[in-house]
């Protein structure tokens, strides 16, 4: 497979949404080739970070408090 | 009680047990709501909807699927309808391929392994990604945020916008790359 092929795949590899067969090409690719495995890298790396961007929050008792309200208010109806 | 009791109980009018079910999911959407808009405000207003939806809708909740992606489904359209009036300058799908189509020809791959600039704690990078995801076309945008930072499966994405599986896998592949490129865009102007 070239690398046009193998970069195509990388999304549906790193989701575990690829075939076995080609899972095995994919995987023979990447080591052999220095490139692809720096852009499979680099995207993994990307979605960490882009998962570290948020850091879960609790909400604020203000807006609990808000949100119990309105739902409340609706009940009687 | 599990959470299909629970919306059983909440069918027949049970405000406890619906209320068991917001205590069990208000902390998902409402950083679902940060996600999607980066404040609090907004966020109040995507989870007061959503619950306020919800508590209507749910004589017809058929349960085929998980009520938590239903009530994904329900946030998500909320925040779609209100992003879409949002001015911040979105890229255009074609620029999103014409970049990523490219990341093959591109001689220029930088090899992040030894990139000094690639680490968790750089704030200037993380705020290059942040506005580089807002600047996604909304379609793209959602599919991201679902999917690589909420961590829903394709499937579940899928279903929660009532795309194909096919389209979702494209538009999830080409969000990626194009964010990725976004960050390389910065090492290389670094590394000048
Ligand atoms: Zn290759």
Redesign the pocket.
């Known amino acids: 497979m070239?690398?046009k092929r193998?970069?195509k795949l990388i999304s549906d590899y790193i989701d575990k949404e690829i075939e076995e067969t080609e899972r095995e090409i994919f995987e023979q690719?990447?080591r052999i080739?220095k490139?692809?495995?720096a852009i499979l890298e680099s995207i993994e790396k990307t979605i960490l970070l882009s998962k570290l961007l948020y850091k879960k929050k609790k909400i604020p008792k203000k807006i609990e408090k808000a949100l119990y309200y309105q739902i409340r208010i609706r009940y009687k109806k | 009680m599990n959470e299909i009791e629970l919306v059983e109980r909440a069918k027949t009018g049970d405000t406890k047990a619906f209320e068991e079910l917001v205590k069990k999911t208000q902390d998902k959407i409402y950083n679902l709501g940060i996600k999607f808009f980066g404040n609090k405000e907004d966020a109040a207003d995507l989870l007061q909807e959503t619950y306020i939806k919800a508590y209507e809708s749910l004589p017809s909740f058929e349960g085929r699927s998980s009520f938590s992606t239903w009530l994904y489904r329900i946030a998500t359209n909320f925040a779609l309808m209100k992003l879409r009036k949002e001015k911040y300058k979105k890229i255009s799908i074609d620029e999103i391929k014409k970049r990523v189509d490219g990341t093959y020809d591109r001689n220029d791959l930088s090899d992040w392994k030894d990139n000094p600039y690639f680490h968790y704690r750089n704030e200037e990078l993380k705020e290059i990604l942040s506005s580089a995801i807002d600047s996604l076309p909304l379609k793209y945008k959602t599919i991201f945020i679902l999917h690589d930072i909420e961590g829903l499966s394709v499937e579940e994405v899928a279903k929660i916008l009532s795309l194909s599986i096919p389209t979702t896998k494209t538009r999830i592949h080409r969000s990626r790359l194009y964010l990725r490129e976004k960050l390389s865009d910065y090492f290389k102007k670094k590394g000048n």
């Open positions: 070239d690398c193998i970069i690719h990447i080739c490139r692809c495995e």
